[in-house]
Nanobody
Framework: QVQLVESGGGLVQTGDSLRLSCAAS????????MGWFRQAPGKEREFVAA????????YGADSMKDRFTISRDNAKNTVYLQMDSLKPEDTAVYFC?????????????????WGQGTQVTVSS
């Protein structure tokens, strides 16, 4: 069992940066791939970025990978999402998720555990 807790969301202005964190419980965090997804009101959950178990492989949504960077620190059981040049359309609840395959994937259905989410609001 893995429990995930996101933090770092908030209200920012267009062009600002935020770094989201996702802290995981348990001793097996380093075996899991981690992903970030987001969901805006009235929209489906959307893939943002993923990172494999070692951190050696990262994947980002084409529309965001030039502004968002995923990373992890296995010693701290934490995965991060650095978000730069934020836009109002980035407003959403951001979720982290853990995939026991260790590989990383853009498909939310392959993830085994999810956090509760953290709200990011970007004002114009």
């Amino acid at each position: 069992q893995v429990q995930l807790v996101e933090s770092g969301g908030g209200l920012v202005q267009t062009g600002d940066s935020l770094r989201l964190s996702c802290a995981a419980s348990g001793h097996t965090f380093s075996r899991y791939a981690m992903g970030w997804f987001r969901q805006a009101p009235g929209k489906e959950r959307e893939f943002v970025a993923a990172i494999n178990w070692s951190g050696g492989g990262t994947y980002g949504a084409d529309s965001m990978k030039d502004r968002f960077t995923i990373s992890r620190d296995n010693a701290k059981n934490t995965v991060y999402l650095q978000m730069d040049s934020l836009k109002p359309e980035d407003t959403a609840v951001y979720f982290c998720a853990a995939d026991r395959s260790g590989l990383g994937n853009s498909n939310p259905n392959v993830y085994d555990y999810w956090g509760q989410g953290t709200q990011v609001t970007v004002s114009s």
